[in-house]
């Protein structure tokens, strides 16, 4: 940002957007005949007015005797007694939320559920004030106004717009109804003037939407369809540039890019051609893909806990798609589900028949189980899944933002679900951006679970390369790296699903002198069970054991204890609690660390010993042999599986003449190889009778030492049988 110029255009606010007068209004309406005053206006809008996207009437008309509604008279309590309108006591950034007017709203909200004209009179006084006081009041942000600027505009529409309908014809005085319809009109006058050419993130797209509605809703303003023409063209520019094709928002956080889809899911019901863009739909899927099994998504770059099970029945919703219902259905009571269904406003005939279809047999329904493993290659996102258990690893980019960037400082980093529990967490996003720990715990390297070198944050240049995503069934490996801190590190993560379920990080840093920290995060204090061993348990689990494998001497350990939202088990709700930090500090970029989810309080009993062939990772009655490109798997002694990555050699099973991923596995006394190369390819195995490919019966060459020469012919994933595993 520009200390000077600020995030947006130079200012351009003057009396046609802020002081727009009774004349003015009739004007802008094009001066209907025989309209002179504010309430021969008023009536000619209330004949002509269409209905916003998301109506109140239907929606409190859900709410009543709900929860939802003693949410909406505790939100509209502080009207009653008053409320300080200019908001200067504010924080920085808070002073800029105020002025979206979220808090004025729910007058008219309670108001609808109760008929207390209370809560109408008090929203009249507020507006009133609000509007008389409103340019006395400045912000901090250089050249970014307290009032006009693209969130101010865009959230103010949207949290009055839809009370136009219900306030047109009520007892509200023409003097208010004036000014919230003048507060309106600026708002879609100064959206336009700034944003006459694309720019990146989110506050343009949101405008742009509201942009659309208001010129929907109030179709007889002169403004109206040039509004909606600008509005569209952004539109489908965000669409194009700022959405990727794997459907996340550009600034790839969660948070922001439910903000912006649910702005999307309002000009998708106002247009067709919004509604049925393939990357709204690809927006939908992506909150599909990161939501987890308790029905949360992870607190990634900047945001909050999300819970997204509204925002994907509205989905089903605007996009006539079933499937998102039965998604939503498995996080939403059957009353809230009941709910939010009625809320929406009716289709024609036929839509709203399949609707109603869709609302009956959602919760009936069987969700297809998600992949074992997802890539969203553009916003930087490896999902890794289990029964159990959920990895999500971040590598996307720094991101820049209009104001300041919503991207952290980590990379490679990684959180840990299991049993719908969070077991390695991190910082997420703050309560306020004015925070005075934002940059320095929330935002920093140090509050997520990545190696910092010299505790210097990573740079904005992160140069990350990831290879390809190896996932054989059993295991399955990330591997990254970057340059963006003093020097160049990677990092190499691999998942056993199968129980007992292990998750190694490898760390990896180039040589020189440097002090490197490795910092992991869990809801429950850490407890020393071993050298270099560590449990993080719940009274009643789960837990996670963590184990690093280097030299306890050469080793110091910290423990502290940081800030962050926890996801609650009954309801979706996020509170901040404590967020307890492990930090493994040494002059060694080398870190192994073995991750030990169980499901229950009691630490399980593991050794993890480390030779120069790799780890042995002992449970007891299975064993885990672990080196840099297999693992391998005993029970009782014998073979369970085993499988290799980016390799030439497994065990004494297997050599090839590319690099390939394979996996072994017995069952009935038989070995089977599934074997993924990337083009043509030799293949060696010891034999034991027929041996088939694909099914196919093939013959193989002898070289005379036991080994039995094959080729696959062609790049794919192949079934060899007929192997000894002896």
């Known amino acids: ?102 808090w004025l709203s729910p007058g008219v909200h309670a108001w609808m559920l109760t008929g207390d004209d209370r809560y109408l009179h008090a929203f009249e006084q507020h507006l009133e004030d609000w509007v008389e006081q ?23 529409c949207r949290n009055l717009l839809p009370t136009l309908e219900v306030l047109t014809d009520s007892a509200l005085s023409d003097r208010a109804w004036g000014s919230l319809v003048a507060t309106l009109v600026g708002g879609a006058r100064w959206a336009y003037d700034e944003h006459d050419v694309f720019r990146h993130g989110n506050w343009q797209l949101v405008c742009a939407t509201e942009l659309l509605h208001i010129s929907v809703v109030l179709p007889d303003l002169v403004e109206a369809r040039s509004w909606a023409e600008r509005a569209r063209e952004r539109i489908d520019e965000h669409l194009l540039l700022d959405v990727y094709g794997d459907g996340g928002h550009y600034e790839r956080s969660p948070g922001y890019h439910k903000m912006c889809l649910t702005a999307l899911q309002t000009a998708a019901l106002l247009d067709a051609d919004v509604a049925a863009h393939p990357k709204v739909a690809a927006m939908h899927q992506w909150l599909c893909e990161l939501v987890s099994p308790g029905g949360w998504i992870p607190h990634l770059q900047d945001s909050g806990i999300e819970w997204p099970a509204t925002s994907l029945l509205r989905g089903s919703y605007v996009l006539d798609n079933p499937a998102l219902a039965r998604i939503a259905a498995q996080w939403l009571s059957a009353e809230d589900f009941g709910v939010e269904a009625a809320a929406l406003p009716a289709w024609d005939a036929d839509r709203q028949r399949r609707w109603l279809d869709t609302v009956a047999t959602a919760r009936e329904e069987a969700v297809p189980a998600p992949p074992q493993s997802t890539v969203l290659a553009d916003s930087g996102y490896v999902i890794l899944r289990s029964d159990d258990l959920r990895a999500v690893i971040n590598y996307g980019p720094h991101i820049e933002h209009e104001l300041e960037s919503h991207s952290h400082r980590a990379v490679l980093d990684l959180v840990l679900e299991g049993w719908q529990r969070p077991l390695l967490w991190e910082a997420g996003g703050p309560p306020s951006y004015d925070d005075p720990d934002y940059l320095t715990w929330y935002q920093s390297g140090r509050g997520h679970n990545t190696v910092l070198v010299d505790d210097q944050e990573l740079s904005t240049d992160r140069g990350v390369h990831v290879d390809p995503l190896v996932d054989t069934g059993q295991v399955a490996v990330f591997s990254g790296r970057h340059h963006g801190s003093v ?100 002059h060694s970029g080398e870190f192994t660390t073995v991750l030990l989810p169980h499901a229950g309080a009691q630490v399980p009993e593991v050794s993890v010993t480390r030779d120069d062939d790799g780890l042995t990772i002992d449970h007891g009655d299975t064993v885990d042999r672990v080196s840099p490109s297999t693992w391998v798997r005993t029970r009782s002694g014998r073979l369970s599986w085993a499988t290799g990555w980016r390799t030439r050699a497994l065990l004494d099973l ?35 009778g027929d041996i088939r490919l694909d099914g196919v019966l093939v013959t193989a060459e002898s070289d005379g030492d036991g080994w039995a020469h094959l080729t696959l012919p062609y790049a794919g994933r192949w079934t060899v049988d007929g192997a000894r595993h002896d």
Not at 16 to 28: S, V
Not at 138 to 153: K, M, N
Not at 522 to 549: C, F, K, M, R
């Open 1 to 102: 940002m520009n200390a000077t110029t600020g995030p947006e255009k130079p200012r351009h606010i003057d009396g046609r957007i802020n002081r727009i007068g009774t004349d003015d209004l009739i004007k802008a309406f094009g001066s209907p005949p025989g309209v002179q005053d504010i309430g021969a206006l008023r009536a000619f809008v209330a004949g002509r007015l269409r209905r916003p996207a998301w109506p109140l009437q239907e929606w409190t008309d859900a709410i009543r005797s709900t929860s939802a509604a003693d949410d909406v008279l505790a939100a509209a309590a502080p009207l009653l007694t008053g409320v300080e309108v200019t908001g200067r006591e504010r924080g920085r950034s808070q002073r800029y939320g105020f002025h979206y007017l979220g």
């Open 134 to 156: 409103r340019d006395s009041v400045t912000g901090e942000w250089p050249g970014l106004d307290v009032i006009w600027y693209s969130l101010g505009t865009w959230a103010r």
């Open 487 to 586: 020097v160049p590190q990677s990092r190499t993560i691999a998942m056993v699903r199968e129980e007992p379920a292990v998750v190694v990080v490898s760390d990896d840093s180039a040589a020189g002198e440097h002090t490197f920290r490795a910092h992991w995060h869990a809801l429950n204090p850490w407890q020393q069970v071993g050298p270099l061993a560590y449990d993080a348990s719940a009274a009643d689990g789960p837990g996670l054991l963590l184990i690093e494998t280097g030299d306890p001497s050469t080793t110091t350990v910290e423990t502290s204890e940081g800030v962050a939202r926890r996801p609650l088990v009954d309801k979706p709700v996020a509170e901040y609690g404590p967020l307890y930090s492990l930090g493994l500090t040494r």
């Open 654 to 688: 297997l050599r090839t003449s590319e690099d390939v991923d394979v996996s072994a596995t017995v069952a009935d006394g038989a070995l089977r190889l599934e074997v993924t190369c990337s083009g043509r390819c030799g293949l060696w195995i010891r034999p034991l």
